[in-house]
């Protein structure tokens, strides 16, 4: 059964996308930490990120830091965090967590209520970056 990513992927689902590629697709978390977290996942459906080919691992980070400098210049923060938990969904992804604080990145924090608007206005703002 496809995972919930992989739906997205195949635009059975909708999603807030900040940018895509042949292999990559990153998108706006809809239960975010901060504004500007986003989720960075491979096309190919593989559930743990160290099960991915090793080329198409490092292709990811890269395609990861692209999309957080996007982000970084988008938001005003110190960093962009990064975390990859896995334990979600069952696709290999990578959170890029816009912080300025360790507590920003806390998952046990609660997490935020945005409209459609909100998204949408975030979405326009890092993917208006250049």
Known sequence: ???????IINGEIPAYKIAENDKFLAFLDVYPLQ???TLVVPKQEVDYIFDLEDNLLAEMMIFSKQVAHRI???????RIGVAVVGLEVPHAHI?????????????ANDKLKLSKAEFIEIQEKITSVG
Request: a positive charge.
């Open 72 to 78: 970084k210049k988008a938001f005003s923060c110190q």
């Open 1 to 7: 059964m496809a995972t919930i990513f992989t739906k």
């Open 95 to 107: 959170h890029l967590i816009p912080i300025n604080t360790m507590n920003d990145m806390s998952f």
């Open 35 to 37: 504004k500007g977290h």
